[in-house]
């Protein structure tokens, strides 16, 4: 199954495949979202309680996709993506201040959206393996998607994005509300399955499901670069 006929939801059965991706360099960027310190950190297991340590057994399948997959293949896109003279943006969810205060109302809602990240501490910075490097452009929001949250609006317009190729977490909340304000605003967006990950497997296959066809085209890395010839 390729990625014209993969992760069809209800509404699109039977719907005629897309036409070829063209995705030009120079009109095209890559936007990792979100994969933070905060998100990849855990306790002892054994110093946990029953319940908790059910909690954790529960978001092991996560952290195992995070560390065995997403991180190094998107590591590998942005090798790749660099080397071709591809834009490499990220966007990151921290606060400006300290108690959180500006945050968006998503991300004061109780339970585990309720984070509070301040922007230099430790547990907002990305993960080292997916630092920018040189002068390669972060941005920092309190909101769910990195668009409506930021500049980067006006970031895309002055660098002549049309494309974004979106990775990261999580796949059905910050990802997905970049992807939608990003089609909204009539760019051409382009999910790497294996570089985005959510809590559970369902809620990932389900939420790319929800989005393809609509607000994105969702292929494999390995599409991906076949596509923009990459390797």
Same mark, same amino acid.
């Given at each position: ?14 719907? *005629? ?9 120079k ?12 998100y990849?950190?855990? *306790?002892? #297991?054994?110093?946990?309680s ?7 057994d ?17 590591a ?5 993506? #660099?080397?071709?003279? &591809? ?42 393996? @997916? ?15 990195? @668009? ?10 002055? @660098?002549?994005?049309?494309?974004? &190729?979106?990775?990261? &977490? ?19 967006v ?21 989005i393809?066809?609509?607000?994105c085209h ?8 076949? &596509?923009?010839? @990459?390797?």
């Amino acid at each position: 199954m390729s990625w014209k006929t993969g992760y069809r939801s209800i509404y699109y059965q039977g719907a *005629p495949e897309p036409d070829d991706l063209v995705l030009p360099i120079k009109e095209t960027a890559l936007l990792v979202i979100d994969v933070q310190n905060t998100y990849l950190e855990r *306790p002892d #297991r054994a110093k946990l309680s029953k319940v908790e340590q059910a909690h954790f057994d529960a978001w092991t399948p996560f952290h195992q996709r995070m560390h065995n997959q997403v991180i190094p293949r998107t590591a590998e896109l942005l090798k790749l993506c #660099r080397a071709k003279g &591809i834009e490499c943006l990220f966007a990151r969810i921290a606060t400006h201040t300290l108690d959180g205060r500006e945050r968006s109302l998503s991300q004061k809602m109780p339970g585990w959206n309720n984070l509070l990240l301040p922007k230099n501490e430790k547990p907002s910075q990305l993960v080292a393996a @997916l630092a920018p490097v040189g002068d390669e452009i972060v941005v920092t929001k309190t909101t769910d998607s990195a @668009l409506t949250g930021t500049n980067l609006r006006l970031i895309l317009h002055n @660098l002549g994005i049309r494309n974004v &190729i979106c990775a990261g &977490i999580f796949t059905d909340q910050c990802v997905s509300s970049t992807v939608r304000s990003l089609a909204d605003e009539s760019y051409n967006v382009v999910v790497v399955e294996d570089c985005c990950a959510a809590g559970s497997a369902e809620l990932h296959h389900k939420e790319l499901e929800i989005i393809n066809m609509i607000y994105c085209h969702v292929l494999s890395s390995q599409e991906l670069k076949a &596509i923009m010839r @990459l390797d």
